[in-house]
């Protein structure tokens, strides 16, 4: 079976554009889950979804957002890139939407704000 | 707040000597902990995890865990390290609140000399 798949794997943007990135849980799955990597740094979550709807929300600002479609795949978006937001973006999906829920990472991607 | 530490941010040792990762947590309530490894350009995979019951708990790849409670401590053990073992490890405690999100720590990057 695939493991969690994420698009694209690398992108460069300009301060001040807008990004979207796109995650597809392992099949079965319900529940996907953002986190950033700033290098150098442990993963920071985001958001979470499970269903279509969000189940639970990181410390970060406005700017990001997210949702989920009918076949469980996810986007991340985030507008008005600033240079801070260069990391690692990782995608973890898990059958459950609560801690008992093992999460399945994708490998991620990179994105560089330049 | 809950939090996790790895006190360490590097450490080498000889590849098929022992290895020991410190990882602390902050949590008011019964922990889920887990340890993931990190290679370059791969997303996270989940080497073991505590819920309950036996405090050592035994991981993939020969790994093993100590969950101590009156230490806050959850340390990531292996008697005899491989060359492939060199990569970036994480602590992380499963947050209680009614959904999945993992806290991590800062990383450990453990380098393997032959």
């Known amino acids: 079976d695939a493991g969690v798949t994420q698009s694209p794997t690398h992108l460069i943007k300009t301060r001040g554009q807008q990004v979207t990135l796109r995650c597809s849980p392992i099949?079965?799955?319900?529940?996907v889950s953002w986190y950033q990597q700033v290098l150098g740094q442990g993963p920071q979550f985001i958001f979470q979804?499970?269903?279509?709807?969000?189940?639970g929300r990181g410390n970060f600002p406005d700017r990001f957002s997210a949702r989920q479609f009918p076949n469980y795949s996810s986007e991340l978006n985030v507008n008005a890139l600033l240079l801070g937001d260069s990391a690692l973006y990782l995608c973890a999906s898990s059958l459950v939407a609560d801690r008992d829920g093992r999460q399945y990472f994708g490998p991620g991607t990179r994105l560089t704000v330049t | 707040a809950q939090s996790v530490t790895q006190p360490d941010i590097h450490i080498t040792v000889s590849e098929g000597a022992s290895l020991e990762l410190r990882c602390n947590y902050s949590y008011g309530a019964t922990p889920y902990l887990f340890w993931y490894v990190q290679s370059p350009g791969q997303g996270l995979q989940l080497l073991l995890k505590?819920?309950?019951?036996?405090?050592l708990v035994q991981g993939i790849k020969g790994f093993e865990a100590e969950f101590k409670r009156s230490q806050s401590s959850f340390n990531l053990r292996k008697p005899s390290v491989h060359w492939s073992d060199a990569a970036e490890y994480f602590c992380?405690?499963?947050?209680?609140?009614?959904?999945?999100?993992?806290?991590f720590g800062a990383g450990t990057r453990l380098a393997v000399h032959p």
């Open positions: 992380a405690v499963g947050f209680s609140g009614g959904y999945n999100k993992l806290i």
């Open positions: 979804y499970y269903e279509k709807e969000e189940r």
């Open positions: 099949s079965g799955h319900k529940s």
């Open positions: 505590y819920f309950s019951g036996d405090t």
